[in-house]
């Protein structure tokens, strides 16, 4: 079964900073899909970032990026330029690409961002 | 704007009485999903719907139940809800294709509190 580790429970950055969230998984599998969620106060849930295992580059939004390095099995989150609307706790998930896993999601245990001003 | 829709978004139940919680989505996705996650953890996956093909996960109590009567609706009903069942519970949809690129889409939950 794969594992998907988030080895900072709490993070905070001073509001234009930078800051870097850590991801590790367990797999045997060599096909499938990491995403980085948010989940602000209000509780919804929204995509980040996402990044396909079978590519080299890692995936960039804006002001998001991922360091993905699957050999050491490892998705960490860079935000720049943070802002207060940045606070929210973040979640690395893992899926499978394989038909049988039932496509379902592997949580780690979430970072709780603060952003100070 | 297509989105997951949960109602109501606070369910007050007492211990034992049977509830309902509902999820209804705009984006015509074929798979929904319901998730139990408690203060400051990570969604727990209780069960989901591949078209009509109910899946369930191992660890979820017989207490759960779910129904999806077409491709826009989706119920959890729980049977007799216990203090340990207060959680919020999330709903999400995806498209067309496990093996593919698709994101999970979320609903904004639905916090059930049983007294």
């Known amino acids: 079964a794969q594992t998907v580790t988030q080895s900072q429970p709490e993070m905070s950055v001073q509001e234009a900073e930078t800051v870097t969230l850590s991801c590790t998984y367990d797999t045997s599998e060599s096909d499938y899909y990491l995403f980085w969620y948010k989940q602000p106060p209000s509780r919804q849930m929204i995509l980040v970032i996402r990044?396909?295992?079978?590519?080299?580059q890692n995936a960039t939004e804006n002001r998001f990026s991922v360091n993905f390095q699957k050999a050491a099995k490892s998705f960490s989150l860079k935000i720049s330029d943070s802002q207060l609307g940045d606070a929210a706790m973040y979640f690395c998930?893992?899926?499978?690409?394989?038909?049988?896993?039932?496509?379902?999601?592997?949580f780690g245990e979430g970072t709780q961002l603060t952003v100070n001003p | 704007d297509a989105m997951v829709i949960q109602n109501p978004r606070y369910q007050v139940t007492q211990f034992g009485k049977p509830v309902t919680l509902s999820c209804s989505q705009t984006?015509?996705?074929?798979?929904m999903y319901w998730y139990q996650q408690k203060s400051s953890q990570a969604p727990k996956l209780l069960f989901h719907y591949y078209d009509k093909d109910f899946n369930n996960e191992a660890d979820t109590p017989d207490n759960f139940q779910s129904r999806r009567p077409n491709t826009s609706f989706c119920f959890l009903d729980i049977r007799s809800p216990g203090l340990g069942d207060a959680a919020m519970y999330l709903c999400a949809t995806m498209g067309r294709g496990i093996s593919s690129y698709n994101e999970q889409f979320f609903g904004p939950g639905t916090r059930l509190t049983v007294l």
């Open positions: 998930a893992y899926r499978s690409a394989r038909e049988t896993s039932g496509s379902r999601l592997t």
């Open positions: 984006l015509n996705h074929n798979v």
């Open positions: 990044q396909e295992a079978y590519k080299q």
